[in-house]
Structure formats: structure tokens, C-alpha cells
């Protein structure tokens, strides 16, 4: 049947409502990344208070131009692995995802919490959130975060907000989660030995590469457990090079979530923006490769 006026207004209102809903523009299989939009990060915060006008410490007497630089692109980039900081999660793509496959109310089931990269996220967008991970220090922050914002829960503001944050340290091979427990999953998993998330022995990057996959395997077969049937997981991924070999990692990740029986759903990119490597022109063209602009994520469902 031909729609009336009546029918054409409404599906105009459902669509300015749900336009609104994702902050004045319908998400597409592209999401850009705001650099402007970012979590409350502890570890940043300790580094900060450590750096004084007169050294870095009690082991430092003096800064160094040295220093400085590294102190300005920790704080600048939030990405000095030397200093404690690591790759940080898209909050604004991460709010997209959470609004288009969840509702107020649901569980997000987070395999590697890291530190506060979808936490606050989710209890801000109240989603109850539980999240696992391995390293001592990046749980120590977690905790201490989860703190302060249910304590925000006391203001009048924001007492309406009743989600829950459920917090547990530990391999992510065996999460203490009861089965189909959660609603969604939203997750970016390690890269491999590129990045220092702690000296816990059980952490997967200290295995070859081979090994590192089986094990992010069993994760993925964890994840399925503790989510329900119906349920969708966006893991969050990027390739990356490694002692001169291109490692395709959103495709072995693929790999990972099938083989723990999730079947793939979609597929979105995001978008992080002007890469540092397109500065050196001439890399690009001696080296033949790309600056890499992207991450990919991935959508599977729980059949």
C-alpha cells in the first residue's frame, strides 16, 4: 500500500529520533575517531603529578630536552609505552557502537578491560559493565576509577544512573562471569608483544605468535559463554608490522571469534585520522608502505 502524509511523518520522526540518538548523524560502515572525545586516564594523571620543573623524581635530579619530549608526547598522544601509556580506545566510536546494539540497562562483558578504555564509557551510557584483565597495574587504576564514578551516583545528577561496574583481575581464559551473562561485548584485544600491558606471566603476548592466536582463541570461546544468545561482540582490531613482517591481525582475529563459533555480522572501520608516518614523505616512498589511518571494527553475533 501507498504511504499518506501520516505514514511519511511519522517515518520522519522515527528518523530525526533515531538521527539524534547517534548525535545528529546515522552511523555508516566509516566511523571517525575524535581525538577531542577521551576517557579519564589514571595512569596519565600519576605520570603527571611524577613531573616537576626540577626532575622526574627521586631517581631523576635534572630534565633533560630529552625528558621533556618524552613527557610532551605522552601527554599529548597518550601513547608513550615508556611512561606507562598505551593505545587508547575511540570513546565516540565506542559510544555509536554501544547505542546502536544495546539498550540502557543491558551488560557489557569486556575480555580486556585495559585501563579504562570502555569502562567509564559504558557506566556513563548506563550500560552495567564487567570487565577482566591481567595486569596489576592497569586494574589498580580500574578499581580506583570505579570508585569515583559510583560515587557520582550520591549526586543528584546523576542518580538516575543505577548501572553497575563488576571489576575482576584476571586471564582472561577463565573469566569468573556465569554463562550468558552479558548482552553485548565491546573489546580491543592485545597486540601481541608491541606493547608492555604488564609482567604477568600468564600475558599472551609473551608467547610466539602461533601460541598468542591459541590463546586469544580460548578467550574468544570465554566470551561466547558469557554472552546470551542473540547477542552481538564488536572486538576492535588492527594489522601491524613486527620486525620487518606485515601481520595481518583483524584477519587472524577473524579466525579467532569463528573458531569459538561466533558467526561474523559486519564489518565497520574507523577512521583515526592524519598518521604521524604521512609526515616522511620519503619513507613512504622508499619503503613502499602505506600510513595507516584505520582499525577495523569487527561485528560478530552469538548465534
Known amino acids: 500500500m501507498p504511504k499518506n502524509l501520516d505514514d511519511v511523518g511519522d517515518s520522519r520522526e522515527r528518523r530525526e529520533k533515531i538521527i539524534r540518538l547517534f548525535g545528529g548523524e546515522l552511523p555508516e560502515s566509516i566511523l571517525r575517531y575524535s581525538l577531542a572525545d577521551k576517557a579519564t586516564d589514571l595512569l596519565v594523571e600519576e605520570q603527571g603529578r611524577n613531573y616537576t620543573d626540577t626532575g622526574w623524581g627521586k631517581d631523576k635530579q635534572l630534565v633533560t630536552s630529552e625528558d621533556v619530549r618524552d613527557y610532551d608526547m605522552f601527554m599529548l598522544s597518550g601513547a608513550g609505552a615508556r611512561w606507562g601509556a598505551l593505545s587508547r580506545f575511540p570513546q565516540n566510536v565506542g559510544r555509536i557502537l554501544l547505542r546502536l546494539y544495546t539498550d540502557a540497562g543491558m ?30 597495574k592497569f586494574m589498580k587504576a580500574n578499581f580506583e576509577l570505579r570508585d569515583r564514578l559510583l560515587k557520582e551516583q550520591d549526586d543528584m545528577m546523576f542518580r538516575l544512573n543505577n548501572a553497575t561496574i563488576d571489576l575482576h583481575e584476571c586471564d582472561s581464559q577463565h573469566m569468573p562471569v556465569k554463562n550468558n551473562a552479558g548482552d553485548f561485548t565491546i573489546t580491543s584485544p592485545p597486540y601481541w608483544c608491541l606493547e608492555d600491558y604488564g609482567d604477568e606471566m600468564q600475558q599472551l603476548g609473551k608467547n610466539d605468535y602461533p601460541t598468542f592466536l591459541h590463546k586469544l582463541t580460548n578467550v574468544c570461546k570465554e566470551n561466547f559463554r558469557c554472552l546470551k544468545s542473540g547477542s552481538f561482540a564488536v572486538w576492535c582490531v588492527n594489522d601491524f608490522r613486527f620486525d620487518g613482517r606485515f601481520y595481518n591481525y583483524h584477519g587472524d582475529m577473524i579466525r579467532c571469534l569463528r573458531d569459538a563459533g561466533f558467526k561474523q555480522h559486519d564489518i565497520a572501520i574507523t577512521d583515526l585520522g592524519t598518521s604521524m608516518r604521512a609526515s616522511f614523505a620519503s619513507q613512504v616512498l622508499s619503503q613502499k608502505i602505506l600510513p595507516k589511518r584505520h582499525e577495523y571494527a569487527l561485528i560478530f553475533v552469538k548465534p
Open 107 to 136: 551488560t557489557v562483558v569486556d575480555p580486556f578491560a585495559g585501563h579504562n578504555s570502555r569502562m567509564e564509557l559504558c557506566w556513563r551510557e548506563r550500560r552495567n559493565y564487567i570487565g577482566c584483565d591481567l595486569s596489576k
